[in-house]
T-cell receptor, first 118, second 115 residues
Framework: GAVVSQHPSWVICKSGTSVKIECRSL??????MFWYRQFPKQSLMLMAT?????????EQGVEKDKFLINHASLTLSTLTVTSAHPEDSSFYIC??????????????FGPGTRLTVL | DAKTTQPTSMDCAEGRAANLPCNHS???????VYWYRQIHSQGPQYIIH???NNETNEMASLIITEDRKSSTLILPHATLRDTAVYYC????????????????FGQGTRLTINP
């Protein structure tokens, strides 16, 4: 299957700082990428849909000014957690939509980024 | 979107076939059934998907009932590395409904392969 990478795999930061997470589709182009968040022992929750060349679409309850998403190219989307606080500590996972899979589409996921805010 | 129901947990002996059920009784005629799994502290891994016919790939087989109200993911020879949470997701074709590209994850089935 297609490969999606994330960087960094883990990050520890101080409260009040900003953290940027990168998501890359390595062997396919993705006009649409997605950002999820997963708290311990819970399922994945979709935060936002990232569209190349346009504004991201955020799910209800997700602060767009806190979680900045940029999708500047067909292979890269970034999520910036601004003014991070301990409650933002979580596992952040991106996925990329491989439209080359045909009309059924298939999403492939990155390995995740573990964010810990002290 | 159709909802899915999966058992919370299952156990299977190493080397045996693992059969993971999924109920999706409200599935629409054009909705696909997708299976992903998530090994601890990793991102979900795509396994297989199907519409009406049974599907097989190098990882697993997907059996969809004729009425499409349920499906079974089969791992033919389970290994310890197959221990993971398995998610069954139904989703309409992207070209048909705007926003259909989203994947909504339920709680999944925690499959434990025992030696």
């Amino acid at each position: 299957g297609a490969v999606v990478s994330q960087h960094p795999s883990w990050v520890i930061c101080k409260s009040g700082t900003s953290v940027k997470i990168e998501c890359r589709s390595l062997d396919f182009q993705a006009t649409t990428m997605f950002w999820y968040r997963q708290f311990p022992k819970q399922s994945l929750m979709l935060m936002a849909t990232s569209n190349e060349g346009s504004k991201a679409t955020y799910e209800q309850g997700v602060e767009k000014d806190k979680f900045l998403i940029n999708h500047a190219s067909l292979t890269l989307s970034t999520l910036t957690v601004t003014s991070a606080h301990p409650e933002d500590s979580s596992f952040y996972i991106c996925s990329a939509r491989d439209q080359g899979a045909g009309r059924t589409d298939t999403q492939y996921f990155g390995p995740g980024t573990r964010l810990t805010v002290l | 979107d159709a909802k899915t129901t999966q058992p919370t947990s299952m156990d299977c002996a190493e080397g045996r076939a693992a059969n993971l059920p999924c109920n999706h009784s409200t599935i629409s005629g054009n909705e696909y059934v997708y299976w992903y799994r998530q090994i601890h502290s990793q991102g979900p891994q795509y396994i297989i998907h199907g519409l009406k016919n049974n599907e097989t790939n190098e990882m697993a087989s997907l059996i969809i009932t004729e009425d499409r109200k349920s499906s079974t993911l089969i791992l033919p020879h389970a290994t310890l590395r197959d221990t993971a949470v398995y998610y069954c997701i139904v989703r309409p074709p992207v070209f048909l409904i705007q926003g259909a590209q989203k994947l909504v994850f339920g709680q999944g089935t925690r499959l434990t392969i025992n030696p």
